[in-house]
């Protein structure tokens, strides 16, 4: 009796391998891209749960730099509220979940072992903080930044002079200036529940400005330059 059964042919079994060859590689680059995703997830979470943690926190009066671990992420001559910063005042590294009373593995990157999100701290200010972690985005990275800091440039704000105080004139001036801020016209001992009228300790003049600018972030890479939104340059992990 003749044989009629046939086999794949060396042709089609190239095309068959090459296909699932193809299938494969869209599979692992679809699998790959989720789970950035959901590496990226993780870590927004966790400083947007950091974050509420440390407002909820502030209630009870506690110092902001006790959220800090170490200084290993402190911006090379820092300035908050119109002057640089110092060691009393201003602090950058490690979270302290201790200090948060948060178990420290829930707040690692989900890709470094032991690496915790980073945060920075200035009590000037009124008291400001910022919290970095570094997101994966293909075969790069960016970096998220959350917290309740906005850095301040020195744009002068037109006043009216008093005896120990500036009226501002323009009302979108209003809420820029804070207690405990060094201007041109002296410190900034304080504010009128409008805030138009800022009470200095020096000599009031017809404008007024933060002696020099703040810094665009309060946490610094390995070179101690601040890390931004979106930028990621020597970031500490």
Known sequence: ?????????LVELIVVITILAILGTIAFISLGSYTADARNAKRLDGISKLATAIDNDQLSGKSLLAYVADSANAVTGV???????????????????????VKAEQF?????????????????????????????EGSTSRASVKGNYSPRGTTSATATAGT???????????????VGDTTDNGVVTAISPDGLTVTV?????????????????????????????????NFPY
């Open 201 to 233: 300790d020096g000599t009031p003049g017809a404008s007024i400005a933060l002696s020099a600018a703040e810094s665009t972030g309060l946490v610094g890479t390995d070179g101690g330059v601040a890390v931004v939104n979106d930028d990621i340059t």
């Open 1 to 9: 009796m003749r044989n009629t059964k046939t086999g794949f042919t």
């Open 108 to 136: 690692e990157d989900p890709s470094q072992t032991d690496e915790l999100y980073r945060i920075g701290v200035s009590t000037r200010a009124g008291g400001v903080y910022e919290l970095a972690a570094k997101l994966e």
């Open 79 to 101: 300035s908050v509220a119109g002057t640089a910063g110092t060691a009393t005042d201003y602090q950058a590294g490690n979270i302290n979940p201790t200090a948060l009373n």
């Open 164 to 178: 120990n105080s500036v009226v501002l004139t323009n009302v979108t001036d209003i809420n820029f200036f804070k």
